[in-house]
Nanobody, 124 residues
Framework: QVQLVESGGGSVLAGGSLRLSCAVS????????MAWFRQAPGKEREGVAA????????TYDGSVRGRFTISRDNDKNTLYLQMNSLKPEDTAMYYC?????????????????WGQGTRVTVPS
């Protein structure tokens, strides 16, 4: 069992940066493939970035590739999402997720554990 708690959200102007964190507890975070998802009002939840258990392999949605970086520090049991060059379309609730599947995926149905979300707002 694992518990996930996101933090670091807020409101920033377009072009700004935020770093989201996801604290993993209840179990070591090193065995889980993890990901960040986001959901804007009235829209479906979409995958942003995913990372393997060791942190050496990542994948990104095309909308954030080159701007966002997913990483993890397994010694600190923490997942990160560095968000640069933020755009108004990045505005959403951002969720941390963990999967028992050892496979990179941006499909929310493949994730077992979810945090409560942290809100990111980028005014237009």
């Amino acid at each position: 069992q694992v518990q996930l708690v996101e933090s670091g959200g807020g409101s920033v102007l377009a072009g700004g940066s935020l770093r989201l964190s996801c604290a993993v507890s209840g179990n070591t975070g090193s065995r889980y493939y993890m990901a960040w998802f986001r959901q804007a009002p009235g829209k479906e939840r979409e995958g942003v970035a995913a990372i393997n258990s060791g942190g050496g392999i990542t994948t990104y949605d095309g909308s954030v590739r080159g701007r966002f970086t997913i990483s993890r520090d397994n010694d600190k049991n923490t997942l990160y999402l560095q968000m640069n060059s933020l755009k108004p379309e990045d505005t959403a609730m951002y969720y941390c997720a963990a999967s028992d599947r050892w496979r990179l995926s941006l499909d929310p149905d493949e994730y077992n554990y979810w945090g409560q979300g942290t809100r990111v707002t980028v005014p237009s």
